[in-house]
């Protein structure tokens, strides 16, 4: 078990950031099955925890735990929603590696949830159909992330050719076309909210890569503000760095000179008593400057 958890850990430092993602939302999916486990057992209810971590609908919610914009993206509701999810993330992932940066990909990931969980907001408090389920209604997973990635590597080469099981050679930009397609003939079918959260983040990915063709990468702003929380909570080194301040010319060359001079002292010293008549000090300043 110790040799599983070391080879888990192992991975998680040392991968790419696409298993960094793939890792944390499986291990969140698991701690928290495991908690369930535990409040069935003990007969204590989980939801209010969940309700604390799921993105609400209802903006009087919404307000006293900001945070959830971000949590949401990484719990599922279920095994199988997260193995889907994970599957695409790693299908899309890969292939946005092969041409973006790692630090573009989480900034994609994080701001296509974001971006589908202000969609999700304002469709419940705005569309008449769904208004009425306001206050319950609350958005959980990664598809809103995944399909932001999907859209965005397919903008940049929507030519890109994959061999799908059972389906054939398709380019991203029809794998695209169909997601997209999909989910918004899937709203009047039950999930309306996690359907118009998958749009928004698809919206993002898609503004994302034609606002960077133009010059503008708007994951920068995220990534320096990861890069400042990261080295906030690293561990800084207690020992004090001390830099010495170079030396001059002059003063390179007046040390020469006098180094020079007693060398001069110790060689007329030999000459006329003799090696052994050096005293150590003596001795290993001859050493050392025989070596240079």
């Known amino acids: 078990m110790n040799s599983l958890l070391n080879s888990f850990q192992k991975d998680f430092k040392e ?39 799921y993105l609400p609908a209802n903006n009087n919610i919404l307000i006293n735990q900001p945070w959830t914009f971000i949590t949401y993206m990484f719990l599922h509701g279920n095994f199988l929603h997260l193995l889907f999810n994970m599957l695409w993330l790693h299908f899309g992932g890969k292939i946005f590696l092969r041409y973006l940066q790692p630090k573009q990909l989480l900034a994609v990931y994080i701001l296509g949830g974001i971006s589908g969980g202000l969609l999700f907001i ?43 099981p059972f389906i054939g050679t398709l380019t991203l930009k029809k794998i695209a076309i169909g997601c997209i397609a999909l989910d918004i003939l899937s709203i009047p079918n039950g999930n309306a909210g ?13 503004f994302y890569i034609k606002q960077l063709q133009k010059g503008k990468d708007y994951s920068e702003g995220l990534s320096k503000l990861i890069d400042r929380l990261i080295n906030t909570f690293k561990t800084k080194n207690k020992l004090r760095t001390v830099h010495k301040k170079p030396r001059s010319d002059y003063e390179f060359n007046s040390d020469k000179i006098a180094k020079q001079k007693e060398i001069d002292k110790i060689l007329e010293r030999i000459a006329k008593s003799g090696y052994e008549s050096l005293s150590k ?12």
Do not use: C
Not at 194 to 206: S, T
């Open 15 to 53: 991968g790419t950031i696409l298993h960094k993602l793939i890792y944390t939302n499986t291990g969140l999916f698991f701690l928290f099955s495991i908690i369930e486990v535990f409040s069935y057992l003990f007969l204590f209810d989980i939801k209010p925890i969940l309700n604390k971590l």
């Open 122 to 164: 304002l469709a419940f408090n705005y569309v008449p159909a769904l208004q009425a389920l306001t206050l319950d209604a609350r958005a959980v997973g990664a598809s809103a992330s995944v399909l932001a990635i999907m859209v965005a590597i397919a903008t940049y080469s929507p030519n890109y050719s994959v061999r799908l």
């Open 194 to 206: 996690g359907h118009i959260a998958h749009l928004g983040g698809a919206f993002f990915g898609y």
């Open 281 to 292: 000090e003596e001795k290993a300043t001859l050493f050392s400057a025989s070596k240079k």
